[in-house]
């Protein structure tokens, strides 16, 4: 049974760079691909982007310009880098499990809460 | 993006009795091989989401035989049949023909 944990710093101040790791534990994460997906408070899901640990990768357009995801296969990690923040991107951000050659994602980690506050 | 519009924002359903949450994509969610992305999310509270249904009507693994999918195109619903308390939560749907993957806004069901 795949898990996924998240972490990271609970705030960030504006203008600086958003750090995340997800842990995979269970199970390799070069059987996957995965995403980042984020739910403001009280709001729905965006989805950020995703990975295979190929190198793969694909952004939403909205945040391209401001993402990195990454994997590191060593630590079976996966890492969300966000740019130049905002009180925008405040926001509970998951990562989540997708089966190689499907779309939707089939397991999600319980969340991390980042706040963009000075 | 391909917009995803649910309706209603809300419902409230009385244990036992039905609950259908309708879901339009602005754009054909049907892909050249015949198959419809089209997916649905369950978030109970305090949790993340769980999937519920891939490509329109196939439930995913555990998910109880009173919840179904039907439609076609950019014309979704999703049923159950006779709700219970573990139904309560916010549904969402996806679609995955086109990235950026998009979600619908989502609906609120809880109990009447």
């Known amino acids: 049974q795949v898990q996924l944990q998240e972490s990271g710093p609970g705030v960030v101040k504006p203008s600086e760079t958003l750090s995340l790791t997800c842990t995979v534990s269970g199970g390799s994460i070069r059987t996957y691909y995965w995403s980042w997906i984020r739910q403001p408070p009280g709001k729905g899901l965006e989805w950020i982007g995703y990975?295979?640990?190929?190198?793969?990768?694909n952004y939403n357009p909205s945040l391209k310009s401001r993402v990195t995801i990454s994997i590191d296969t060593s630590k079976n990690q996966l890492s969300l880098k966000l740019s130049s923040v905002t009180t925008a991107d405040t926001a509970l951000y998951y990562c989540?499990?997708?089966?190689?050659?499907?779309?939707?994602?089939?397991?999600w980690g319980r969340g991390t809460l980042v706040t963009v506050s000075s | 993006d391909i917009v995803m519009t649910q309706t209603p924002l809300s419902l409230s359903v009385a244990p036992g009795q039905p609950a259908s949450i309708s879901c339009q994509s602005s754009q054909s969610l049907l892909y050249s091989d015949g198959r419809t992305f089209l997916f649905w999310y369950l978030q109970k509270p305090g949790q993340s989401p769980q999937l519920l249904m891939s490509e329109v009507s196939r439930r995913f693994s555990g998910v109880p035989d009173r919840f179904s999918g039907s439609g076609s195109g950019t014309d979704f619903t999703l049923k159950i049949s006779r709700v219970e308390a573990e139904d309560v939560g916010i549904y969402y749907c996806m679609q995955g023909i086109r990235l950026p993957i998009t979600f619908g806004q989502g609906t609120r069901l809880d109990l009447k």
């Open positions: 989540a499990r997708h089966l190689v050659g499907a779309i939707e994602a089939d397991s």
């Open positions: 990975m295979y640990y190929s190198g793969t990768t």
